[in-house]
């Protein structure tokens, strides 16, 4: 069984940083796209940023030049470095990766369980 679990979050002031981490456990063949989702209450969940395998990166327009997503492929692992933050970018983050566990079988999404981020002062 492969699993995403996330580290990192927790209360910031505003204009602080913090550093996500998203690691695969278990057995995985193939890490595909891997990307960090957020939620905050009464929101939908949105998309903050992904990276492929070969390193693209893709970035909600609200986060541009504050965020960087970055990958170890011999980790499993992907990060979230935040600066800047506001405290609109309060909400959980939640890690999603596009994996093959086995050669044979079709790539499948798995999320993470979530983790808090909050700003505030």
């Known amino acids: 069984q492969v699993q995403l679990v996330e580290s990192g979050g927790g209360l910031v002031q505003p204009g602080g940083s913090l550093r996500l981490s998203c690691a695969a456990s278990?057995?995985?063949?193939?890490?595909?796209?891997m990307g960090w989702y957020r939620q905050a209450p009464g929101k939908e969940r949105e998309l903050v940023a992904d990276i492929t395998s070969v390193g693209s990166t893709n970035y909600a327009d609200s986060v541009k030049g504050r965020f960087t997503i970055s990958r170890d492929n011999d980790k499993n692992t992907v990060y979230l470095e935040m600066n800047s933050l506001k405290p609109e970018d309060t909400a959980v983050y939640l890690c999603?990766?596009?994996?093959?566990?086995?050669?044979?079988?079709?790539?499948?999404?798995?999320w993470g369980q979530g983790t808090q981020v909050t700003v505030s002062s």
């Open positions: 278990g057995s995985v063949f193939k890490l595909n796209t």
């Open positions: 999603n990766a596009n994996l093959q566990r086995i050669y044979y079988e079709s790539p499948t999404i798995r």
